[in-house]
Antibody, heavy 121, light 111 residues
Framework: EVQLVESGGGLVKPGGSLRLSCAAS????????MNWVRQAPGKGLEWVSS????????YYADSVKGRFTISRDNAKNSLYLQMNSLRAEDTAVYYC??????????????WGQGTLVTVSS | QSALTQPASVSGSPGQSITISCTGT?????????VSWYQQHPGKAPKLMIH???NRPSGVSNRFSGSKSGNTASLTISGLQAEDEAEYYC???????????FGGGTKLTVL
């Protein structure tokens, strides 16, 4: 069974940093592109970042570029998101999501349960 | 403001069919066959319902179907059931600096 479990969320002050983790199991993690998608309270979904299977291709939303860093450790079946210079508008539930294999587009076929990040003084 | 435009809400009675639209531009919806649809129940993670405009993942009911015409994609749900009540989001690959864009979401109410 495919499982994605996020951790690392919490309350942080504006300007602070946080590192999110996503532990994957039930599939060959090293074969899949992985993503972070967030959802502000009561709002819609926003794609944040994507990393290819071997970390060769990395993409960011304009809203987080230069502040967030996505990475992965295939030996540990883990995905990470380092978030620096956090702002109030970064407050959201952050989901780890797997990109469906053999698709030219970016459908996300499995999602974690999400971890809440709250940026507030 | 979301990159893709969806109606805020739609409703239908059990057994009826409804369609949710998703309008973008030639840089996203209109330019590629790369539209996906997600269902999200309150407090839950999104679930992939349709990918690549009209393909259903294994396990998704054939009551869900997708299509596209020009810059507008559509999700149709036939034979509405109470459990279909949820928020629905479209997404698309985009040639802009943002790789993936989502719609603002549509709340489906089953009357």
């Amino acid at each position: 069974e495919v499982q994605l479990v996020e951790s690392g969320g919490g309350l942080v002050k504006p300007g602070g940093s946080l590192r999110l983790s996503c532990a994957a199991s039930g599939f060959t993690f090293s074969s899949y592109s992985m993503n972070w998608v967030r959802q502000a309270p009561g709002k819609g979904l926003e794609w944040v970042s994507s990393i290819s299977s071997s970390s060769g291709y990395i993409y960011y939303a304009d809203s987080v570029k230069g502040r967030f860093t996505i990475s992965r450790d295939n030996a540990k079946n883990s995905l990470y998101l380092q978030m620096n210079s956090l702002r109030a508008e970064d407050t959201a539930v952050y989901y780890c999501a797997r990109k469906k294999l053999n698709s030219g587009s970016y459908p996300f076929d499995y999602w974690g349960q999400g971890t809440l990040v709250t940026v507030s003084s | 403001q979301s990159a893709l435009t969806q109606p805020a809400s739609v409703s239908g009675s059990p057994g009826q069919s409804i369609t949710i639209s998703c309008t973008g531009t030639s840089s996203d919806v209109g330019g590629y066959k790369y539209v996906s649809w997600y269902q999200q129940h309150p407090g839950k993670a999104p679930k992939l319902m349709i990918h690549d405009v009209s393909n259903r993942p294994s396990g998704v009911s054939n009551r869900f179907s997708g299509s596209k015409s020009g810059n507008t994609a559509s999700l149709t749900i036939s034979g509405l059931q109470a459990e279909d009540e949820a928020e629905y989001y479209c997404s698309s690959y985009t040639s802009s600096s943002t790789l993936v864009v989502f719609g603002g979401g549509t709340k489906l109410t089953v009357l």
